[in-house]
């Protein structure tokens, strides 16, 4: 790379890639080839190699470009958020924030594939899955998933596959995004989903529940409200049916365990165990339930077993559940998830332990306690019978629920508007007296009346949980969660876990088909700035408009470098990016009156999450065959592309293919499918083999997926968080995904559903990439 010599010296495309010149030139001689500008055109089949520039800018200094990102971040207003709704404002202890979070030891860590090089990630993965079993009560626990609301369609699965039957009920008073995700999975799945009112037994007695898979409930509900669901419980269990309970770890310390009441199934997120709201993401999700079950639990499982000197050792369980193995018939494609914030969260857990989180739960629900009676000496309505938590439902009294936002906003507060005239106020962590007190003067207490002051209010409230919802059983009886309380021991529990883990700070770890790439510094600084961890999903848009302007940038780059019209950012991993993909096909053959295009060709080859998704996409899989080096048999291709041209709806083709391999033929491949009325799905996960090379849109794909944690240096965190942003060709963006809270910019008009509970995935992590793309500019990608 040449440079002007007044330019900023600490531009970053040298340091990327660790080769230097002599080294380059040592490896094209062992593989025999002259030079780079050769090697290429030897790899890239002549008829998909492009070499138009890309439209990403020059290169930029390290140290200028986060200035100018510093800038574009302070656009984001942070506002103090009670908007609750899943997702609360937590206090990170520092010492896992620098330890873990910002820790290339930790979060540049490999997928834990091979147990020998992973046992201090996995001793910490059966630390969250301990601390989820325990808190929920439920005997298995996993690690981990990608939000609550993908968690509770994947209990959903479970349940379906369990009992054999189709329909599942979903109570109103779930999060509205995660009613949404559920019923876009349940869509494409061909599950009948009901909408019902868990109070209202009489109706859900009158129904029954014979032909019912299983109910989800939100414990405590989505307005606050706490309710007893032993009644509902024995009526689902009377008729073989199963109760999903999605909860909250932090109210478990208090309140009575799903695993008590009757739930089957227990998932949630674990988010306000120390991790940033990040505009949404990236967070650990879990699911705990009965050991008969676990067979059909997705997402990773850690187990215990002994190695061959008979000394204890962790590995990954039970992984004939896993697509790599069942491939169509896996209970998930659940790939990627998010191990480093489950890895922050069960930590959190060892710092605090059980006394220190009761501590902060019950401190939540003292505020809480201390603001309804504010609230209630000042006239306003609150359900008076119900019991909460950390949530109050308002009906404002004399002034309107508008002004009251409005006024809110002014004071630099966001409430929830829950639409209805009806305001909504979640307490956290995070959340002080002061604050309490700030938000009874929002509602008109005067500042002059010591008998309305919170202080006051505080010591007058009963804190007490009433007996018939109080926890009585205790948790997190484990030594590991009894004996890290101080800031030294803690330190040295995760210095040492790290010692026992190999990450990029040791080695290249040359696994799997993934890229694996330097996750920089640079790209990494600004995940923890304030302005990017520190948001709620569904602040007002106008709050966010740091993080629109690096969303529009990045998603015109990545269109740039695919060569597509459009880029939606929700999918919040390669296997999301999939199912959202498969959605747009689908959508799009609907569109047209072809309801009945379902079937998916996907060549032997292909990674194991492809035919995982195309089946919870609702397309039936027909294998193609492969040759030893992984290319597609092309007769075979012809042949059922020819067998079922009449309902052929996609194929799905790793491209370069997971030998590595570019296949020449593959614009024929393209041809051959459209020809027979489908449309091309690329697997683009490993795309950093084509950047400025070629575009998948430009050859013939009509939709793809890219996996930022491997192409664009989102680091694995051991195995997830990861990024699977799709790109489309113009007639599938009518399709792009949507969102009923916050509509993404990109949704389309006939906008699939909701595919993860954050309408742009994991914003907190787009940094990185976004940093990655400008610091090398067009040429140096
Ligand atoms: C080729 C390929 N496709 C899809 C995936 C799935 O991506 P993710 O693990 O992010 O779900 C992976 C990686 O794991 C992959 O290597």
Not at 573 to 596: C, F, K, N, P
């Amino acid at each position: 790379m040449t440079q002007a010599p007044h330019g900023p010296l600490d531009q970053f495309t040298f340091r990327h890639i660790g080769p230097d010149p002599a080294e380059i030139d040592s490896m094209l001689q062992s593989i025999g080839s002259d030079s780079l500008e050769k090697l290429i055109n030897e790899t890239i089949p002549a008829s998909i190699l492009e070499r138009q520039p890309l439209n990403v800018g020059e290169p930029r200094g390290e140290h200028e470009l986060l200035s100018h990102l510093r800038t574009m971040a302070k656009r984001n207003r942070v506002f103090k958020s009670y908007i609750g709704m899943g997702y609360h404002g937590t206090i990170t202890p520092p010492v896992i924030q620098r330890n873990i979070l910002e820790n290339p030891g930790w979060y540049t860590q490999y997928t834990p594939y091979q147990a020998e090089i992973s046992q201090g990630r996995l001793e910490a993965l059966i630390n969250f899955q301990t601390m989820v079993s325990d808190l929920t009560a439920l005997p298995i626990a996993n690690a981990s998933l990608l939000d609550e609301a993908t968690a509770v369609a994947e209990a959903m699965a479970m349940c379906i596959s369990i009992t054999r039957r189709d329909t599942f009920l979903i109570a109103h008073d779930c999060h509205p995004q995660t009613i949404e995700v559920v019923q876009t999975r349940a869509k494409s799945m061909g599950v009948k989903i009901e909408v019902f009112d868990p109070s209202d037994s009489d109706t859900w007695k009158s129904r029954g529940f014979d032909d019912v898979a299983g109910v989800a409930v939100q414990y405590p509900a989505t307005d606050g409200r706490i309710d007893c669901y032993e009644a509902l419980a024995d009526a689902l269990h009377n008729a073989k049916a199963l109760l999903v309970a999605a909860t909250d770890l932090l109210a478990l310390t208090l309140i009575k365990p799903p695993g008590e009441f009757g739930a089957d199934i227990a998932v949630g997120s674990a988010q306000r165990f120390g991790v940033p709201m990040g505009y949404g993401g990236p967070h650990a999700a879990f699911l705990a339930t009965h050991e008969k079950h676990v067979r059909k639990m997705p997402g990773r499982l850690i187990g215990v077993s002994h190695d061959t000197h008979g000394n204890p050792a962790y590995r990954m369980a039970i992984q004939t559940r896993e697509q790599h193995i069942k491939r169509d018939r896996a209970t998930s494609n659940i790939c990627t998830a998010q191990v480093l914030l489950a890895i922050m969260a069960g930590m959190y857990a060892v710092y605090h332990g059980p006394d220190g989180l009761r501590r902060i739960a019950e401190r939540v629900r003292g505020l809480t306690q201390t603001l309804r009676a504010g609230l209630r000496k000042l006239g306003y309505k609150i359900d008076e019978d119900a019991f909460v938590f950390d949530t109050l439902r308002i009906r404002p009294a004399s002034a309107n629920a508008d002004d009251l936002l409005n006024a809110a906003r002014d004071r630099e507060m966001n409430l929830r508007d829950f639409g209805d005239g009806t305001l909504g106020i979640t307490l956290d962590e995070t959340t002080t007296i002061e604050q309490v007190e700030e938000l009874l003067h929002l509602f008109g207490a005067d500042r002059s009346d010591e008998s309305s002051a919170a202080l006051t209010l505080w010591n007058e409230v009963e804190r007490r949980i009433p007996e018939s919802f109080a926890r009585q059983s205790g948790y997190l009886t484990h030594p590991v969660f009894n004996t890290h309380h101080s800031e030294t021991e803690m330190l040295r529990y995760i210095r040492t876990l790290e010692s026992r883990d190999l990450s990029l700070c040791h080695s290249m770890i040359p696994l799997g088909s993934c890229t694996m790439k330097l996750n920089g510094t640079s790209e990494m600084l600004p995940v923890t700035w304030p302005e990017f961890a520190n948001m709620h999903p569904f602040a007002p848009v106008d709050q966010a408009d740091g993080y629109f302007e690096l969303f529009e940038q990045l998603e015109d780059w990545l269109a740039d470098m695919t060569g597509f019209a459009a880029v939606s950012l929700q999918p919040n991993a390669g296997s999301q990016g999939e199912y959202a993909g498969l959605l747009t096909i689908r959508a799009y053959h609907e569109s047209r009156g072809e309801t009945d295009r379902d079937v998916c060709l996907i060549p032997l080859s292909a990674h194991g999450t492809n035919p995982a998704s195309a089946v919870i996409a609702g397309f039936r899989v027909v294998p193609i065959k492969c040759d030893d080096h992984g290319n597609i048999d092309m007769d075979d291709l012809a042949a059922k592309a020819e067998q079922h041209q009449e309902k052929l709806g996609a194929i799905m083709i790793t491209y370069p293919s997971t030998h590595g391999v570019f296949e020449t033929n593959i614009r024929d491949i393209c041809k051959v499918v459209h020809d027979h009325g489908g449309l091309v799905y690329l697997d683009g996960a490993n795309m950093n083999a084509m950047v400025g090379l070629c575009k998948p849109g430009a050859f013939g794909a009509d939709v793809c997926h890219l996996n930022l944690h491997k192409t664009f240096c989102i680091p694995h965190g051991g195995g997830g968080p990861g990024m699977g942003p799709i790109g489309v060709v113009e007639r599938l963006k009518p399709f792009l995904p949507g969102h009923s809270v916050v509509k993404p910019k990109t949704a389309g008009e006939q906008a699939i559903g909701a595919l993860a509970a954050a309408p742009y995935g994991s914003p907190s992590i787009l940094p990185i990439s976004w940093v990655y793309i400008a610091l090398m500019g067009s040429e140096g990608l």
